[in-house]
């Protein structure tokens, strides 16, 4: 099946890579110490002209489509004690889709996600296991900014550090499984793993690769021109970020990626700038 010449799918893409964005910033299965705050702004950007139908085939978009998107997000996590955190991710997107015939512009604050991170054990204090549960409220009514429905999430993350090649590496895993509570809301799969390097003894330079995926199922199988209502696509994507670590308190990420192979999505590039503030110690 050929891909629809409305832009009936890429905004979930751009939503995927809003939630994808702020782990490349900051390692999430590491624990933030109590009565700290970690903050971290993220840009995103994402460009596609040709995408996977849904028989994984790669085509041109219809009339020489184009989609882009521009995204802000916020995180927080704020230590409650050893164990615990507070997490949340506000996000912010401006998408468009261009071709021969129109053009369409969709901005605003999407869906809000508010959790609860626990620190379940650790080896030595060197490698975390972590379990997180989030809730997600959706900030808008506008069917182009997404589903309009509330959701939750179970996440599970395993992060370490260590040295190789006389380097120190960290690296982390993340899985999370979210539900949405709607009219054949879909159930989705978001991983992510990075592994990473500081090139230095003082610990400035760090560079790290990522590979993250995002699956989404529903019984609702068939194509709609209504964006929101497109509930089954897949994507795995690779990363590559550089850090730079300015003092204890401050530190900025570049990346860039592309998009692997995927089911109804783009192929698209990526690239993003988050920094990480940490206001207090």
Do not use: C
């Amino acid at each position: 099946m050929n891909l629809p010449k409305t832009h009936l799918k890429y905004l979930l893409i751009a939503i995927g890579i809003m939630m994808l964005a702020p782990n490349t910033s900051h390692a999430g299965g590491f624990p933030v110490r109590p009565k700290r705050l970690l903050l971290s702004p993220s840009f995103s950007y994402f460009y596609a002209d040709r995408g996977w139908d849904s028989l994984r085939r790669k085509t041109l978009f219809p009339e020489g489509g184009q989609f882009e998107s521009l995204g802000f997000s916020l995180y927080a996590e704020y230590g409650l004690s050893r164990r615990f955190t507070l997490v949340a991710l506000l996000p912010y997107v401006k998408n468009t889709y261009e071709d021969n015939t129109a053009k369409t512009v969709t901005m605003g604050f999407t869906d809000l996600e508010v959790g609860l991170r626990y620190y379940l054990a650790n080896i030595n204090y060197i490698y975390y296991f972590t379990i997180q549960g989030t809730f997600v409220q959706p900030l808008y009514t506008d069917p182009g900014l997404g589903y309009n429905q509330q959701g939750a999430e179970i996440k599970l993350a395993f992060a370490g550090s260590g040295k190789v090649l006389g380097k120190n590496y960290y690296f982390t895993l993340e899985n999370g499984v979210r539900q949405y509570f709607g009219p054949e809301g879909p159930i989705q799969d978001r991983y992510t793993g990075s592994f990473g390097l500081t090139l230095d003894r003082r610990f400035r330079h760090q560079v790290s690769v990522s590979l993250g995926g995002f699956y989404s199922a529903s019984s609702f199988t068939r194509f709609s021109p209504i964006q929101s209502t497109n509930k089954n696509f897949a994507f795995n994507q690779a990363s590559f970020t550089y850090g730079y670590t300015f003092s204890r308190r401050f530190s900025i990420f570049l990346s860039a990626g592309h998009f692997i192979n995927g089911r109804n999505t783009g192929d698209g590039t990526t690239a993003s700038a988050s920094f990480l503030f940490k206001p207090f110690r």
